[in-house]
């Protein structure tokens, strides 16, 4: 199967022709990683056949091991795939810049105005249409990596691990390609294994040193140039939440969310919560919840151009570190899938991958249909519950409108966020 799919990948486009779908994926990656990797896998591998399937979930693989944005990472990936650095570059940047306009917008209306009723209309409908994408890219996930009864248990028990049981993200993909990698047999194929002959160790390095130095020399210069003290805190804060996110944003907005309120007091209780909602409805990473944390902190301290830059410098630290790890690691990425152990850790990890997303699926509907949603923890089982009084008989109308535009009449997913945007504004405001 790994054989038809490389030989279906061979269509190269030009670097233009990719920069465009680069464009149309940033600006249309609502929802979060469950979404954000079906549209790219819509457009890269169905539509385009730019990476074979084989590849893609060896990408999407490698990525969930890395610290950061997963999603983004992979559209890096992807980009350099193609076209190099540079082709990482641009799709990398890409997957961020559109959704951190937005955020930046937004960032500086909630902090002058203190009211995003308007915004939150805007995006009402959105939410409830992400909701489809993220049930295509977890029946495309699953379709594609669970191949093994194996694998369906894996799945299984890194979403009982997750969900009920609050197990850390890292454990769970640990555990996962340890499993994985005892089980690993050498499979039948024809291709040949995958070479590194060509990989220089000290290119790697290099390439480490020089991104090294991007990450971190802007904060040296600004230490030096005795810019004020909330610009080296949320420097260091970020650079370090840039090391230990594993599992991408959801694993970490609790550690996030309590240094930001209880420890730095950037940031209300309340406050924070805004920022989640407003990066879950716009497009790019959840984790642009950073770029909103450090406005906010920075406007606090000295008022709007405090708050730019320090919104800047969050961007920066989280997102410069996750182009170091994915261009001194991804001329490593095939050799790894080659080796037969290897290859059994990262397709167990990948079936781990639907687990968590079906966990994160769960989590976004519940939020998205219920106003009232508690955790609560029974000895070490956690359970989330909604209030049923509460649901948002509005927004499961707006997604079972988009379940039969995406499923029976197979709309793309431009015009059901069109539709669904317009009519929870107009519904959402009337109402």
């Not at 290897?342 to 079936?351: D, N, P, V």
Request: proline residues 4%.
């Amino acid at each position: 199967m790994a054989g038809s799919d490389d030989v279906r990948a061979q269509t190269n486009p030009t670097l233009a022709e990719a920069t465009r779908v680069w464009w149309k994926i940033g600006i249309l990656s609502f929802g979060g990683p469950a979404a954000q990797i079906a549209l790219m896998h819509k457009e890269v591998v169905d539509d385009r056949g730019w990476l074979s399937e084989q590849q893609f979930l060896n990408a999407l693989s490698f990525c969930m091991l890395l610290p950061g944005p997963e999603a983004m990472q992979l559209a890096t990936y992807s980009g350099w795939r193609l076209h190099g650095t540079l082709g990482g570059l641009i799709a990398g940047l890409l997957f961020v810049l559109p959704g951190a306009a937005v955020i930046m917008v937004l960032a500086t209306i909630y902090s002058i105005y203190g009211d995003v009723a308007l915004v939150e209309a805007l995006f009402y409908g959105i939410k409830a249409a992400v909701l489809v994408i993220v049930l295509e890219a977890l029946l495309r996930v699953a379709k594609k990596a669970l191949s093994q009864r194996l694998h369906w248990l894996i799945a299984a028990l890194a979403f009982v691990g997750i969900f009920f049981l609050s197990l850390p993200y890292p454990l769970i993909v640990l555990l996962a390609g340890l499993l994985g990698w005892l089980l690993g047999t050498a499979e039948n194929t024809d291709q040949p294994a995958a070479s590194i002959g060509h990989v220089s160790v000290g290119k790697t390095g290099l390439t480490i040193v020089t991104w090294l130095a991007i990450w971190i020399l802007p904060l040296l210069v600004l230490a030096g140039l005795g810019a004020p003290t909330i610009l080296h805190e949320v420097g260091t804060f970020f650079s370090t939440l840039a090391v230990v996110t594993f599992g991408g944003a959801y694993a970490v907005l609790a550690y996030m969310a309590q240094d930001v309120v209880v420890q730095f007091g950037w940031l209300t209780a309340g406050e924070m919560v805004d920022a989640l909602g407003l990066a879950e409805t716009t497009p790019g990473p959840l984790i642009l919840v950073t770029q909103f944390v450090g406005f906010l902190a920075g406007f606090k301290e000295g008022g709007l151009l405090l708050g730019l830059s320090a919104a800047g410098v969050a961007l920066w630290v989280t997102f410069a570190p996750c182009f170091l790890w994915i261009f001194a690691g991804a001329p490593y990425i095939e050799w790894i899938s080659n080796q037969p152990r290897l290859r059994g850790a990262l397709k167990a990890i990948t079936a781990a991958v639907v687990g968590v997303i079906l966990n994160l699926s769960i989590w976004f509907a519940l939020h998205v249909l219920f106003s009232d949603v508690s955790r609560q923890k029974l000895g070490p089982i956690t359970l989330w519950t909604a209030e049923l009084a509460t649901i948002e008989w509005l927004s499961l109308a707006l997604f079972l409108l988009s379940c039969v535009l995406a499923f029976r009449l197979h709309w793309g997913i431009t015009r059901i966020l069109l539709v669904a945007s317009l009519l929870g504004t107009g519904l959402r405001l009337l109402i």
